[in-house]
């Protein structure tokens, strides 16, 4: 696609509920970042992914949240039993290069946890 | 103190003002990023600099390495630039980002 997707663009859930965020990257980008902003707060670094592989998950808050990349392409960020704190925008961003190169970024999914 | 610095945090002007938004950072990065987020809360990259000096249209960004500095200026500012503008640089494999500028330009 011409930029990167994110859906839903919209979540509402339960808390304790589990919830799938699905990014698509623009095609042929290697590299693909998961951040998270929190109502009033700077963006915070989740995980990357090289290929299909994540060097780098040291962002992920805790074991409740977990992350896949498939085909190169597709990844899903996953949250098991969601929390109120758990409410925030999850943009996701690729780039065609390794981290130094320029990120283009998704318009976020807004999960709400109730 | 967090590693990557923005000032100020909120900027008010008129229609047609110069603007500077600054940002310091305290580590070695290898690239440095301008973003633009709008209300909606959709995220464009402006510049990405590792040295010198960018212009696009009405927007130049400058980076200072030696002083770990980047300012980001906008000419003949406009009610259609109020944003949010946020630096962020490269630490290795991640971007570590700043508090973001919040920019209000007023008819």
């Known amino acids: 696609g011409a930029g990167v997707s994110q859906s839903p663009s919209n979540k509402v859930t339960e808390k304790g509920k589990d919830v799938e965020l699905r990014c698509d990257p623009i095609s042929g980008h290697t590299a693909l970042y998961w951040y998270r902003q929190r109502l009033g707060q700077g963006l915070e670094f989740l995980i990357y992914?090289?290929?299909?592989?994540?060097?780098?998950k040291s962002g992920l808050p805790s074991d409740r949240f977990s992350a896949e990349r498939t085909g190169e392409s597709v990844s899903t960020l996953t949250i098991q039993r969601t929390q109120q704190e758990d409410s925030a925008v999850y943009l996701c961003a690729s780039s065609l290069g390794p981290p130094g190169t320029e990120a283009f970024f998704g318009q976020g999914t807004r999960l709400t946890v109730v | 103190k967090n590693e990557v610095e923005q000032s100020p945090q909120n900027l008010t002007a008129q229609e047609g003002e110069f603007i500077t938004i600054n940002c310091s950072y305290s580590v070695g990065i290898s690239a440095l990023h301008w973003l633009q987020q709008h209300p909606g809360g959709g995220i464009v990259s402006l510049f990405m600099?590792?040295?010198g000096k960018k212009k696009h249209g009405r927007l130049i960004a400058t980076i200072n390495i030696q002083e770990k500095h980047s300012s980001l200026h906008i000419t003949a500012s406009h009610p259609r630039d109020s944003a949010v503008y946020i630096c962020?640089?490269?630490?290795?494999?991640?971007?570590?980002f700043g508090q973001g500028t919040r920019l209000t330009i007023n008819p």
């Open positions: 962020a640089v490269y630490r290795g494999q991640k971007l570590v």
């Open positions: 992914f090289q290929g299909n592989s994540a060097p780098d």
């Open positions: 600099l590792s040295s």
